[in-house]
Each structure stands twice: as C-alpha cells, then as structure tokens.
C-alpha cells in the first residue's frame, strides 16, 4: 500500500548474533527512518539516514547502526542481541527531511530473540 | 521517551457510533499525525495537522489540535467493524530531527 517493502517479515536469532533487516523505501525518497516497536507500545526512533548519511538518533547503543544506499534501499543491522531487542522493526521513508513531509511506513519485520 | 500519551487506553463501541480518542504532549511541535496500526503490523497514516492549523477533515475523520493545551483529538464519525486497530498520535517536535515521537496508542474495537 505505502510502497515500502521491508525484509524477512519474521525472524529468529539467539542472544549475542547479529542480524540485518532490510527496507526499500518509495522511489524518490531520499530520507528513511527505523523503528523498534516492543509489544504493546508505540514505536520508539532509532535513527534517520538523509542522503545516505545519518541524521539523528534515538537513544539507542551503538551495536544498533544502518545504511542507505542510492537506490532508496536500507539497512538496520543489531550487534550482540539481547533479548529485549525482540520486537517489530519498522523502516519508514518519506520525500525529503526538511519538508517535515509524511513519513510512510513498510509493514515491519517482527525479531524475536532466544 | 514517549512525547504522545494518547486517552483512553482502549476504546469499545458500536458500530455507527462516533469514537474520539485524544492525545497530550509535551514539546512544541511542528505537525502532529495520526496513524492507524492493524494486528501489529506496519503503520498506516491517517491525517496529519500542522501546528498553525486548529481543525482538519479527511473523510469521516475529523482532527483538531490545540497547542496552548498541547492537545489533539481524533474522531472517526459512524465507525465500521474494519476501523477496529490500534491508533497511535506522533508529534513531529521542533529542532533539527524529521523524527517522530509516538505515544502507546489507543485499541480502538468496533462491535459489529
């Protein structure tokens, strides 16, 4: 519907791997973001790519990093899980950071961790 | 941290009856935005008020905003069972980020 995809749509890793979730944002989107939603709760920012740089970030560790690639893809990797980072993952990409613009939202990759 | 506190928590009612749900901030803010989540899934956006902007229309949603009480209200006019979700209010806050600070959100349940 929003026209962004996200990447594997559910996932299941144990305490102390790494994973990578992946987002294609709407053509033309030169901004996305990433956040993590725990049950029951409202997402929470993680951080902002612009340009492929980042532009903000949440309170969130360092083990917690991205990138946006020219072609309006993204990546969210996570060091060292911890079982409280099982949750959904949501990317969301909007048309440009300084228009304040709608951001639009893929459906979420949902990471349990064991 | 959560900027957004949406009221009430949960919501019930019938089909055909009108549901507001309300939302509280903290922090002066650019827009506020509504959006509506379905069984855990990705966000849906469902209107959005500037901050220079009191009442505004989509459909059968009506949403209003009052900065000076740092408060906004949605309300969705003669519900349908497929308006059942989670709906949460996001504030986009003044400064240098485009990023959104989004309350807990309001399970809204139509009964049919």
């Known amino acids: 519907e929003t026209g962004v995809t996200q990447s594997p749509t559910h996932l299941i890793k144990t305490r102390g791997q790494q994973v990578t979730l992946r987002c294609s944002s709407q053509s033309g989107h030169n901004t996305v973001s990433w956040y993590q939603q725990a049950l029951g709760q409202g997402p929470q920012f993680i951080f902002q790519?612009?340009?492929?740089?980042?532009?903000g970030r949440g309170n969130f560790p360092p083990r917690f990093s991205g990138l946006q690639f020219p072609n309006y893809s993204s990546e969210l990797n996570v060091n060292a899980l911890e079982l409280d980072d099982s949750a959904l993952y949501l990317c969301?990409?909007?048309?440009?950071?300084?228009?304040?613009?709608?951001?639009?939202f893929g459906p979420g990759t949902r990471l349990l961790v064991l | 941290s959560q900027q957004g506190e949406e009221d009430p928590q949960a919501l019930s009612i019938q089909e055909g009856e009108n549901a507001t749900m309300n939302c509280s901030y903290k922090t002066s803010i650019n827009n506020l935005q509504w959006y509506r989540q379905n069984s855990g899934r990705g966000l849906v956006h469902l209107i959005l008020?500037?901050?220079?902007?009191r009442e505004k229309h989509s459909g059968r949603l009506r949403v209003t905003l009052d900065t000076s009480k740092k408060s906004s209200s949605l309300l969705i006019t003669a519900s349908r069972a497929a308006d059942t979700a989670s709906y949460f209010c996001a504030t986009d806050p003044t400064g240098a980020n485009s990023k959104l600070t989004f309350g807990k959100g309001i399970t809204l349940s139509v009964r049919p």
């Open positions: 008020i500037r901050s220079n902007e």
């Open positions: 969301a990409s909007s048309l440009a950071v300084t228009k304040k613009e709608t951001q639009y």
């Open positions: 790519y612009y340009r492929e740089e980042e532009n």
